[in-house]
């Protein structure tokens, strides 16, 4: 399978896995064939993209960090606990902390050592689908320190509410343009207001609260809301703070496109140090895919490939099935560990096969169905 941008050139591709809304409901199940009507829904929805079926590689599989069904619940769980925050409800501390349970458990049982995350979701639900990232990510970064169980579930239940702050900021949140000096004020209070709900709840650790109320200090004090430096940052809310910014990079957003995970990781290190915890950028960016399983990809001698698993040794340099020559003509497909071939390196990320590629794709279709 492989990610598709929501355009009329997958007319007629199957949806390879099920798309969700926040609440939890399937809106296209795996299977699907996509219709332009089907299409437009979901771009009506927010959303830009969806994994559809690979043509030439059709045994790739994209596994997610976490199980799908713990995805689903956990962003579910998030949207319900901002609903009833907002309405001053009581919420159900306990189905939070099963949340967190389940992707620690889904994480440490998880074979892989290089994870790549699910990046379908809809803007619309940006900060839902953002706060369970946050906290896979989070987790995978902790994961790494020796910690206790019950230290990742205070990690993890803080990331997850890291931005249960901007739930009356709604309209800020999700303002397609640039914010006026008033609303980069408004946006600011976030941390303290996340901060100040959390510690209203006494099932919730302090330590939680820290994460909500620090995911936005950087090391050089520049940070907000109360501008702490270095070790001033409790060191759960630096690896929220990495968390945050990572899955921010490489997020569709109102008023800008995702990031390529590539380039995602190039920025995050350009931050290192000054701004994020050095040790803890450098955690996160050996656990996570540089380049994300099912990927299209241009060499560096111009042969197209897909990314067909990860390496162990280097997230940059994963296993790519090449099924083309330097001229875009279809071959046998091969398996090239670029771990082992350092003399060759992925040049960038293509959003579809090549029109040369896509023409053969479909002369073979036409000889297949004669």
Known sequence: MRIAALTNAIVGKRVAKTIFTADGRALLTQGTVLTPAFINSLKERGFQSVYIENELCPDIEVNDAINEATR????????ETMVKTLAGQEVNVGNIKNAVQDIINDLQGNSDLVFTLSTIRSIDDYTFAH????????????????????????VGVGALLHDLGKISLAEVVKKPGPLTAEEWKAMKTHPRMGYDKLRENFEISLLSA????????????????????????????????????????????????????????????????????????????????????????????????????QSCEAPDKPVVRVITDAEYQLKPPQDIDLYKNPGLTISKILSDFPDKVKEQIGRLKKTANV
């Open 131 to 154: 706060s369970v990232n946050v906290c896979v990510l989070s987790l995978i970064i902790a994961s790494s320190m020796h910690y206790t169980n019950d230290d990742l579930q205070k």
């Open 72 to 79: 689903v619940r956990a962003t579910s769980i998030v949207m």
């Open 210 to 309: 820290h994460v909500a109320l620090q995911h936005h200090e950087r090391m050089d004090g520049s940070g907000y809301p109360r501008g702490l430096k270095g070790n001033e940052i409790h060191e759960f809310g630096r690896i929220a703070a990495v968390a945050d910014v990572y899955d921010a990079l490489t997020s569709n957003r109102s008023y800008r496109a995702e990031m390529p995970a590539y380039e995602a990781a190039n920025n995050l290190m350009g931050m290192a140090g000054a701004h994020l915890d050095m040790d803890l950028v450098k955690r996160l960016l050996a656990r996570v895919a540089v380049f994300p399983t099912g990927a299209i990809v241009l060499l560096s001698d111009r042969r197209v490939g897909v990314v067909a698993s």
